[in-house]
T-cell receptor, first 112, second 116 residues
Framework: GQNIDQPTEMTATEGAIVQINCTYQTSGFNGLFWYQQHAGEAPTFLSYNVLDGLEEKGRFSSFLSRSKGYSYLLLKELQMKDSASYLCAVKDTGNAGNMLTFGGGTRLMVKP | DSGVTQTPKHLITATGQRVTLRCSPRSGDLSVYWYQQSLDQGLQFLIQYYNGEERAKGNILERFSAQQFPDLHSELNLSSLELGDSALYFC???????????????FGNGTRLTVT
């Protein structure tokens, strides 16, 4: 099985930088994904890591350490529209498919 | 817009009833996934189909069933509905569906089911 932990809520200020952490335990790691979900809407894909290190995509970056079972999503130059839930999801080798197991999500509130 | 289409957007029904949720994947995607999202829980994986065949199964109740048709659209059938089945049901699709792939899942806007 898998266990994925994220903080439930975070608050940050517009223009600032915020780091959302995710720790996971899995029997066979095969990739980690970050998604953004606004309330009542569809999750949208942000980033993917399968090797250790940092992946940068504009204002968003994601980091992975497989030995520590740890990832973070870094959001720079925060905007009000970044207020949303951020979901960490892991792909496991223990199944035949491509399905993802999601953490509970971190609700980020950006304040002026 | 992810390109994944789900209908209906909202569904209100009574306990004991049966409903069917429909999903059309993005053009070119062969794999379809169903997830349930309740207020107090995260996204829970239900089932995956790839090119018409079941590929992976999560904690899907026996009252629930799904299938993927030759045109690749999928339906999720929920029967003997209970109050606790009220949730957002998301469909997602990806290009591929196996262990050796890293295709991200693209989600539809979901069907909000309310059981009264």
């Amino acid at each position: 099985g898998q266990n994925i932990d994220q903080p439930t809520e975070m608050t940050a200020t517009e223009g600032a930088i915020v780091q959302i952490n995710c720790t996971y335990q899995t029997s066979g790691f095969n990739g980690l994904f970050w998604y953004q979900q606004h309330a009542g809407e569809a999750p949208t894909f942000l980033s993917y890591n399968v090797l250790d290190g940092l992946e940068e995509k504009g204002r968003f970056s994601s980091f992975l350490s497989r030995s520590k079972g740890y990832s973070y999503l870094l959001l720079k130059e925060l905007q009000m529209k970044d207020s949303a839930s951020y979901l960490c999801a892991v792909k496991d080798t223990g199944n035949a498919g491509n399905m993802l197991t999601f953490g509970g999500g971190t609700r980020l509130m950006v304040k002026p | 817009d992810s390109g994944v289409t789900q209908t209906p957007k909202h569904l209100i029904t009574a306990t004991g009833q049966r409903v069917t949720l429909r999903c059309s994947p993005r053009s070119g995607d062969l794999s379809v996934y169903w997830y349930q999202q309740s207020l107090d829980q995260g996204l829970q994986f239900l089932i995956q189909y790839y090119n018409g065949e079941e590929r992976a199964k999560g904690n899907i109740l026996e009252r629930f069933s799904a299938q993927q048709f030759p045109d690749l659209h999928s339906e999720l059938n929920l029967s003997s509905l209970e109050l606790g089945d009220s949730a957002l049901y998301f469909c997602a699709s990806s290009v591929e569906g196996g262990q050796g792939t890293n295709s991200p899942l693209h989600f539809g806007n979901g069907t909000r089911l309310t059981v009264t």
